[in-house]
């Protein structure tokens, strides 16, 4: 990138804020009120992920006219991280109360993106709280239904555990994300880097801790978005990604199928090949279907 566009790009500005849900949530934005006059966006981010993986679409979205938002949820990144509340209905709580804080930042009926794990949470969103959005879009996610997969919980806790990256040196895992996804842009690379706290010996450790981590996973696998989908209001907006090694690819077909049955204003765009975090690896590309939704009235 050249030092003028660089220069060019708006300033991220981060804050803490009050969710009146017993947590604070790290939001950084980008953009103002006064700038950026289209529809605003909010970005959620998946399992042991931060807002930062954002930075990409964030960048694109905000050079289309928008103000945007990407939040930490509870435990993740530089949020409140409590003992508790990792079930899906807290986390959603905790979403709406930071939707309702920032509409004096000119956030007012936001379309919300979530990836992953973040897509059940917004689907939960729209479902529960849809008086506070224009709609929702499922990045690679808001389908998962992880009693589908694994009937037993102690088969899901198995199966998705994490693995140990407490100790990794910084420098080795930045290597390895830029060989494991060399086309990633340096904003992929440098949000998936942001998902760890850096520590002063040269090593990593995730935000997310691992009994943290294995409870969000519980309030996942308690999920059934099939089980709401009909009595959602909004705009339902499914951005599946296809590729190698993505996530229950075998069934992800059917499944979006399934939603697309259920959610009565529904859109599915499907990246393909892509990874599970597309929105880092596309960009640009998740950033004008997006606008394109809005600007074609879908929203």
């Not at 981010?45 to 807002?51: D, E, K, P, R, V």
């Not at 993106?113 to 709280?129: D, F, P, T």
């Not at 998705?160 to 996804?181: A, C, E």
Request: include cysteine; charged fraction near 20%.
């Amino acid at each position: 990138m050249n030092d003028s566009r660089r220069n060019s790009q708006p300033v991220a500005n981060s804050k803490l804020v009050d969710t009146l849900n017993g947590v604070r949530l790290r939001t950084v934005t980008w953009g103002t009120r006064e700038t950026h006059t289209k529809t605003p966006i909010v970005l959620v981010h998946g399992l042991a992920s931060n807002a930062m993986l954002w930075e990409g679409a964030a960048l694109a979205l905000c050079a289309l006219g928008h103000l945007v938002t990407a939040v930490d949820l509870r435990g993740h990144g530089l949020s409140d991280k409590p003992e508790t509340g990792y079930d899906m209905q807290t986390v959603t709580q905790d979403l709406a109360g930071l939707l309702t804080e920032i509409q004096r930042d000119g956030f007012v009926k936001p379309i919300v993106c979530g990836q992953s794990w973040g897509g059940n949470v917004v689907v939960e969103l729209a479902h529960k709280y849809a008086e506070l959005v224009s709609g929702v879009v499922c990045v690679d996610g808001g389908f998962l239904e992880l009693q589908n997969h694994y009937p037993q919980w102690d088969d899901c806790a198995e199966a998705l555990r994490p693995p140990t990256i407490v100790g990794t040196r910084i420098d080795d895992f930045q290597n390895y994300m830029q060989r494991s996804h060399s086309d990633w842009p340096e904003t992929g690379i440098n949000g998936a880097m942001a998902c760890m706290e850096h520590l002063p010996d040269g090593t990593l450790r995730p935000w997310l801790n691992l009994e943290r981590h294995m409870m969000v996973l519980r309030g996942l696998w308690e999920h059934h978005p099939t089980h709401i989908y009909s009595e959602i209001s909004v705009p339902v907006m499914f951005v599946p990604a296809e590729g190698p090694g993505g996530i229950f690819n075998e069934t992800k077909r059917s499944a979006i199928e399934h939603a697309t049955q259920l959610v009565p204003k529904v859109k599915v765009e499907w990246f393909s090949p892509a990874d599970h975090d597309l929105h880092a690896q596309h960009p640009e590309r998740f950033a004008q279907v997006v606008h394109a939704a809005i600007t074609d009235g879908f929203f």
